[in-house]
Every structure is written in C-alpha cells, then in structure tokens.
C-alpha cells in the first residue's frame, strides 16, 4: 500500500474506526463477507479465485498507539495438485492480529532514540487515515500462510506415471515392463554427466554437449 494513497470507504477492505472512537480499550467486533480481491494466496499455485467470499470476522480494540486488530478470514482456495495436476478445492481459515498506527503516535510515546530501528520498522507499520484502515495487506499476508505450499488432492496421492503421464490414483496396478527402457535411460545419463565434465575443460565440447541434449 502507498503511504500516501487515499483510503476509499467503499473498498470493503477498508474499515472505518469512527464507531470505536479512540478510548483506550474500546472495542468492536465486526463481520463481513467481501468478494476476494485479485491474487489472492500463491499466484500461480492456489489460491482464492476473484470474488470468491471471504468471510471475514473482526475484533478491533482501541489501545493509546491506535487500533489492533484480531481476525478470522474463512474463503475456499482452487489450485491443482502439485503431483497430480488434478484441480483441488480446499478451505481455507487464515488468522491475523495487526496494529494500525495512528499517524500522529509517533510522535507521543516514541523517544526519539534509535533511529536506524524506527525507520526499519517504518516500513511495515500500517497505519489508519482518515480513521480509516486497508486490512487488504493484512489479510494476504494471512492467506498466502495459511496455505500450502505444495497443495495436494489427497495426502497419499501417487502422482502421475513418469513414464506415460497417467494419474496413478486412478490405476493403481499401472505399470510398464519397461526394464530395459530404464537401463537406456541410466545409460544416457551417465553419458550426459560425462560430456558435463568436457564442457568444463574447452568451449566447443561445451557447445557439442547442448546440443546433444536438447536432442532428448
Ligand atoms: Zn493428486
Ligand atoms: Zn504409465
């Protein structure tokens, strides 16, 4: 987020701390469900599709440095399974708690000492405007956590045949006599680790060796 960028009341990610007031020790509890924004969770790997719901549950409590916030966001991410390919669906409940700074509390409970530390924390302190906050950083954040890196259909999901791409979950007897096919393959490898040691010593050896084993 831009520290300077203008809060839009009407983004369901921002919230709106006028109600709470800033009596330390105020609090409020809030829920919504809001539409996912773009990219949320492992780009690329799994994640919550944009404006799937996520319901979002929200404790805010005043305290003298601003507002800490302590949530809940539930949503079901989609991705594939890391060995299988087959696309998976699972539920997803990520929990965050982040203080949002009042612009002005620097300047009350902070000695001014230490400056290397404050403007290294700067740099990831939220902060409310307008007695507004984004919670959009704060909830990725909690999101891309509380999924897996490496998603999977099922925990004993075989994978896929590294020889024809068959989902093994669905045969699991598949095989292939493929002994020899296998002995080729070692061979060829051993072949290849060899022409790597060439291509250390002189250039062109090292061209011939990319050459052979783009052919594979
Ligand atoms: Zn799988
Ligand atoms: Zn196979």
Redesign the pocket.
Known sequence: MAPNARLDHRNPLVFDTHELGRRPGALQRLSRTIDAPKDLGLVGVVGVPEGAPVELDLRLESVMEGVLVTGTARAQAEGECVRCLEPLRLDVEAEFQEMFSYPDADDRGRPKAEPADDAEEDEDRLFIEDGLFDLEPVLRDAVVLALPMQPVCQDDCPGL?S??G?RLADDPD?H?DAVDIRWAALQGLAGSLEDGEKDEMSGADAEAGVDEKQEK
């Open positions: 045949c020889e024809c068959a598949h292939h």
